[in-house]
């Protein structure tokens, strides 16, 4: 034992047969693994029409015809825009009550490339819209069902469905087990990219993610500002509308957003600050984005350099996690949020290995320009909350729905390690080690809860295209 005293911000000596690994395996006794097969559905739950609509209140009500669109699209895009429903029916299964900064839409989508400091491609986890500190289990299933849908969707046996699912959490725990056994500060980075298929054993994913980064490197603001900027007489650039995706705003809605670019600054570390000194905001447009967050405001800002040459960062609305209700229903308390646009860029960065350089919050003060909707605190109306990073920085994705059985299999475990590196930096793998085990018992659990969580989705998906079909709904299909 040191012979100085406890030191707060640091961990306590350990005494000797009380490790955090030996305290998860005391684990599987009060939850056993099997347990988290479970998939209660409990009476008061509401239909799926009921909750997208409670999901579509305080959004910009033209959108969400467009956000039902894309749900109602498949049953995987279902569960794409339906985080809040899974949360309510996870709070009723079984939860270890170890607590991680989980991403909270953990889907099999939500993974990605995109470039770091120097512009070099990493992957890992990039949504992080319903991110809080929370229950472990909950992003594992939700990933490991959005596995077995994105497979039913490309038409796999369901055989190779649930081999998908179980291989998510095969390769989260066999993750967890190699990160428990390394030093901190070596875990803390562990799985380089370039070992990442190795690790993940994905080799049949090789083609298709070197595509995938081909199309990252170019996927950048000037390519983006090209495409979407003309040039004005006094030789700027100002974005063209592309209704309903890209349009431009009024001047009023225009000046409220630039302005809370002043505000995003103090949320930089300092040594960023000279970059965007040599910047000059240029114009402001709407643009129209994902699955979950259509209907949020979104806004792109365009930036140019001395020469003209632009960065484009996005200034994206956050709401509340959907998520907090649910995980405060599962015993993990949730501290009171001073700004949820602060919530998503910590979450984002406690969880990732690599983080946009140019990523902060802020907060646009006139809120009548966007259209109203600020909430009321003590009397007073308070200004919306936005995140703000980088525009299409070097981004790409490998479509799930688009993978054969055997890629599949490959990008199942690839995330599933991704997701355990994340879950990680915030809860000690030694404890979730412990919990998970050796052997397959909790993959084959949570392989049977991805099946039966999938069935549901399905069905719920199958109610909201009744109800767009009777009319029961608004949806603009296919954009």
């Not at 428990?180 to 298929?197: C, F, G, Q, S, Y």
């Not at 404890?431 to 998970?436: D, I, N, Q, S, V």
Request: charged residues 25%; contains cysteine.
């Amino acid at each position: 034992m040191p012979r100085v005293p406890y030191v707060p911000g640091f961990a306590k000596a350990e005494a000797e047969g009380s490790s955090p690994k030996a305290a998860g395996r005391a684990l599987r006794e009060r939850v056993p693994r099997a347990e988290q097969a479970a998939l209660p559905i409990a009476a008061g739950r509401p239909d799926a029409v009921a909750a997208v609509e409670e999901s579509n209140a305080g959004r910009l009500p033209e959108l969400t015809p467009i956000r039902v669109g894309r749900m109602a699209a498949s049953p995987f895009a279902f569960l794409r825009g339906s985080a809040g429903l899974m949360a309510y029916d996870l709070a009723g299964g079984a939860v270890t009550g170890v607590g991680a900064q989980i991403c909270g839409d953990a889907h099999a989508a939500n993974f990605g490339l995109y470039g770091d400091a120097r512009g070099q491609l990493v992957i890992d986890l990039n949504d992080f819209d319903e991110t809080l500190y929370g229950p472990w289990e909950w992003d594992v299933k939700r990933l490991a069902t959005s596995m077995v849908l994105a497979g039913r969707e490309v038409g796999a046996g369901e055989d190779d469905c649930r081999r998908a699912a179980q291989d998510v959490a095969g390769a989260y725990r066999r993750t967890m087990r190699l990160l428990a056994k390394m030093p901190v500060t070596e875990a803390w980075n562990a799985i380089a990219d370039e070992a990442l298929v190795s690790h993940a054993d994905a080799k049949d994913l090789v083609g298709t993610l070197e595509l995938v980064a081909d199309k990252a490197r170019k996927n950048t603001s000037a390519r983006f500002a090209a495409k979407a900027t003309e040039r004005t007489e006094d030789g700027g650039r100002r974005f063209v509308d592309a209704p309903p995706v890209l349009r431009r705003v009024p001047d009023a809605e225009a000046a409220a957003v630039a302005a809370s670019l002043a505000g995003y600054l103090e949320t930089l570390p300092e040594d960023r600050l000279p970059l965007l000194a040599r910047h000059a905001v240029h114009d402001v447009a709407f643009r129209v984005v994902g699955t979950g967050s259509v209907g949020l405001r979104s806004y792109v800002v365009l930036l140019l350099d001395h020469q003209g040459e632009p960065v484009v960062l996005q200034v994206k609305e956050a709401r509340s996690s959907v998520l907090t209700s649910f995980v405060e229903r599962a015993g993990f308390p949730v501290p009171a949020v001073v700004h949820e646009g602060r919530r998503v860029v910590l979450g984002q960065r406690r969880m990732q290995v690599v983080s946009d350089i140019l990523l902060g919050w802020t907060t646009v003060q006139d809120v009548a320009s966007l259209g109203g909707g600020a909430a009321v605190a003590n009397g007073r109306r308070e200004g919306l909350h936005f995140q703000v990073r980088q525009f299409r920085n070097r981004k790409g994705s490998v479509d799930p729905t688009q993978l054969s059985g055997d890629q599949m299999d490959d990008y199942a475990r690839m995330t599933g390690a991704l997701l355990a590196r994340a879950h990680a930096h915030s809860a000690d793998p030694r404890l979730l080690a412990g919990y998970c085990g050796k052997n397959e018992e909790l993959d084959e659990a949570l392989a049977q809860f991805a099946v039966a969580y999938a069935d549901r989705t399905e069905a719920d998906h199958a109610e909201l295209a009744t109800a767009v079909k009777n009319g029961r709904i608004a949806a603009e299909m296919g954009v």
